[in-house]
T-cell receptor
Framework: SAVISQKPSRDICQRGTSLTIQCQVD?????MFWYRQQPGQSLTLIAT?????????ESGFVIDKFPISRPNLTFSTLTVSNMSPEDSSIYLC???????????FGPGTRLTVL | QQQVKQSPQSLIVQKGGISIINCAYE??????FPWYQQFPGKGPALLIA?????SEKKEGRFTISFNKSAKQFSLHIMDSQPGDSATYFC??????????????FGQGTILTVHP
């Protein structure tokens, strides 16, 4: 299994600012994903982070709001830009190894926007 | 749109009892069905998973039953313990098209096991 860490674990931010969340996997993985989870709700896929190319965004999520980088096979970042209180949520990094079906999640970043 | 519907929303079970959580999906374009367990303040942890060519998979106290024709799958937790109290999510992985390789999650079930 892959062990995934995220930084920061939580943050309180002001409206209009941006926050970058880092995701580190302890082994090389093929696929990395970013999810959003509202408290008490299910998980919603934001985008697939592609190594060496632009991320693939799901409907309702755009690159200008959620720019993503993936410089190598173990690391990715998600930026939440120009934040509003509606962006308050838990952001989860996820990864899946090459050839495997199992998908693992990081501990999440709890974001509060005031 | 691919959907996975999960029930019940919440479940209360006595210690030692059986917890059963059900999920149903609406089309056949899924090839892998995992269950995740999530404790408050933590990320989801992979619990057990099944592929559609298998009708049942058991790992310790956790069993997945899969009914391909009915497009339903369920999680059974035998001898439920207070430590099992958590939120459980079923998921289904897209097998093709724009959903290939992506997990679609159910709405979640909050399980409470009373001592």
């Amino acid at each position: 299994s892959a062990v995934i860490s995220q930084k920061p674990s939580r943050d309180i931010c002001q409206r209009g600012t941006s926050l970058t969340i880092q995701c580190q996997v302890d082994s090389q993985v093929t696929m990395m994903f970013w999810y959003r989870q509202q408290p008490g709700q299910s998980l919603t896929l934001i985008a697939t982070a592609n190594q060496g190319s632009e991320a693939t965004y799901e409907s309702g999520f755009v690159i200008d709001k959620f720019p993503i980088s993936r410089p190598n096979l173990t690391f990715s970042t998600l930026t939440v830009s120009n934040m509003s209180p509606e962006d308050s949520s838990i952001y989860l990094c996820s990864a899946r190894g090459g050839g495997g079906l199992e998908q693992f999640f990081g501990p999440g970043t709890r974001l509060t926007v005031l | 749109q691919q959907q996975v519907k999960q029930s019940p929303q919440s479940l209360i079970v006595q210690k030692g009892g059986i917890s059963i959580i059900n999920c149903a999906y609406e089309n056949t374009a899924f090839d892998y069905f995992p269950w995740y367990q999530q404790f408050p303040g933590k990320g989801p942890a992979l619990l057990i998973a099944i592929r559609p060519d298998v009708s049942e998979k058991k790992e310790g106290r956790f069993t997945i039953s899969f009914n391909k024709s009915a497009k339903q799958f369920s999680l059974h937790i035998m001898d439920s313990q207070p430590g099992d109290s958590a939120t459980y999510f079923c998921a289904a992985r897209g097998a093709g098209g724009t959903s290939y390789g992506k997990l679609t999650f159910g709405q979640g079930t909050i399980l409470t096991v009373h001592p």
